[in-house]
DNA sequence: CAAGTCGATTGACAAAAACTCAACTGACAA
DNA sequence: TTGTCAGTTGAGTTTTTGTCAATCGACTTG
């Protein structure tokens, strides 16, 4: 099926979030008519009404109430990710001390968020900006991972994702068996969001019928280990970064690591260190907290 | 400065992902002329460079690649909703004890996740899929906040947000006082990311100069949190989301909470129960857990 | 109670894209 | 040396997108 037109659903988007056709027409600088246009376009592309008519005023309808708040967050990640593009290079940002850290969720909230005091106190006058949503491309250091189209240079590998399945030490005592990777599917089985790391994982262990008896799907990191910790089943984590909660006692690792995808994390960094010493201080500490953390490793 | 083309954008992030700008024009259904255009035009309009021109291929900048990373998140939020609202309301999903909740990061990460268990316990048969990331609009039951536009009925109030200032208790025996709003703004304040939040608490209490000292910006409503009970500032918090944390003694609430927006969050039960007796058991159990909560808690 | 108002809608047409085709380029491979 | 093939560009065409003017209809105003 084809997507039906952008601008369609940049219409819909406006006239939904500002409740009328006039006010969109005016935000796009568009007659009424264009943006009435495009919604009927929209809707009889989708098959479905978008709002109802009602005397001279339209109501989203409920589900394209939650279609709008859709759109609404991608256009807003679309504009700013534009706007982080194409603003040149110049130092916009007066805040000299300030450095705006780009992280992906599972390294900030499993390894980094639990580092980061270290880092205050050491360095009490840098401001640090860390968004883990991917809203923003505008940085001076990323932590990233193999995602990133063939970035070039300016990339340091951090750490080299190695995948096993943890799960809470409870676990291991209970009434199914979990001897082998094939006992994995008669557990159940905590996903990631939208991910074919267990199926992929595996398959390279060999298992054949790769569906689990029941699974949980969650699409936050943190989650879920929580819920691998409360025992609720077993999850599929980099050995770094379940290594606190494994070091604590909280999980356990019954199984070998694998390199399932050619995956690793990867520091970038945008702006030549010089410009600002904060982006200097957080990359060396973060570096030397990486080291240190590689050192203790149970698991080489 | 208006908004460049949308379709360009795609093109380019075709282009981008598959590395060739023939394979992104026959992904589009285009013509690689047409597609070579779009780039160039999207170019000229961000007044940078996306591709590095090789002897015949293509190979993004930096720049050009974490601008493709974005709009592919943002494109692929974009299908997601569409294909969630285009679908009809047909019984596609077979698995009739899968419920799909979805859920505000901020209640589902402070409040809901540590109440899971229980509910696992009770209803073990239950699979759940719950999502946070808002990038699902295909739900059984959706837990919102005030930003769902206009939805009209089917919707239960569940919390109605009272926002208060929240810190470690040690910060309070700290050199720098903490006796009136107005010395909220000599301390560490912890921000969430693009909200205006804190500016508009601290003018209802009256304070005229709102901007602080020094300041942490953070997107993730769980690593607020934990900067907060780790010393490191001051957030903004719902009391009800911060209850289980102010229970503990790991956080204090040294000022009186206040309705900044007026705003709250909801249930949305798209299907009817009938359809999937998970879905009734699951909101049965949020309800009466939220009544629960709402009884132990100290501020009314 | 009739006329006026204003937002949404529609028909007809005009402007502006978006797209294609065909020709061109240039590094590489055979 | 020549064929190849991804990318680019010129010219023209199609299709989309947008405007203008007219219509509708419920509310409101005199």
Redesign the pocket.
């Known amino acids: 099926m084809a997507l039906p037109?952008l601008?369609?659903m940049r219409?819909f988007e406006a006239?939904a979030r500002l409740?009328?056709?006039?006010?969109a027409?005016e935000e796009?600088?568009?007659?009424?008519?264009?943006?009435?246009?495009?919604?009927?376009?929209l809707e009889r592309n989708l098959g479905q009404d978008l709002?109802e008519?009602g005397?001279?005023?339209?109501t989203p309808t409920i589900r394209g109430s939650y279609y709008a708040r859709g759109l609404s967050e991608a256009f807003e990640a679309i504009w700013r990710a534009t706007d982080d593009v194409s603003v040149s290079d110049g130092p916009s940002h007066n805040k000299a001390q300030r450095v705006r850290v780009l992280c992906v969720p599972a390294v900030l909230n499993l390894w980094l968020a639990d580092r980061l005091p270290n880092f205050r106190r050491l360095h009490p006058s840098v401001d640090l900006e860390i968004s883990s949503s991917g809203k923003r491309a505008n940085f001076d250091l990323a932590i990233v991972d193999e995602f990133v189209y063939k970035a070039g240079p300016a990339l340091t590998l951090l750490i080299p994702l190695l995948l096993t399945p943890v799960c809470a030490p409870s676990l291991l005592e209970g009434p199914v068996p979990l001897r082998s990777p094939a006992d994995l599917v008669n557990h159940h089985l905590i996903h990631e969001c939208e991910t074919m790391r267990w199926k992929r994982w595996l398959e390279q262990e060999g298992v054949l019928d790769t569906t689990p008896k029941s699974s949980t799907t969650l699409d936050d990191c943190t989650l879920i280990m929580r819920e691998a910790i409360n025992g609720a089943g077993i999850a599929l984590a980099d050995t770094m970064m379940a290594q606190d909660l494994l070091q604590q006692g909280k999980l356990v690792a019954p199984f070998r690591a694998r390199h399932t995808y050619p995956a690793g994390i990867y520091l970038h960094q945008r702006r030549s260190i010089g410009n600002k010493p904060g982006t200097g201080l957080f990359q060396d500490w973060l570096l030397a907290e990486i080291d240190d953390h590689k050192r203790t490793m149970a698991i080489p």
Do not use: E
């Open positions: 037109s601008n369609g219409a006239a409740g009328s056709i006039k006010d027409a796009l600088h568009l007659t009424p008519s264009a943006v009435s246009r495009h919604i009927r376009a709002f008519r005397f001279r005023q339209i």
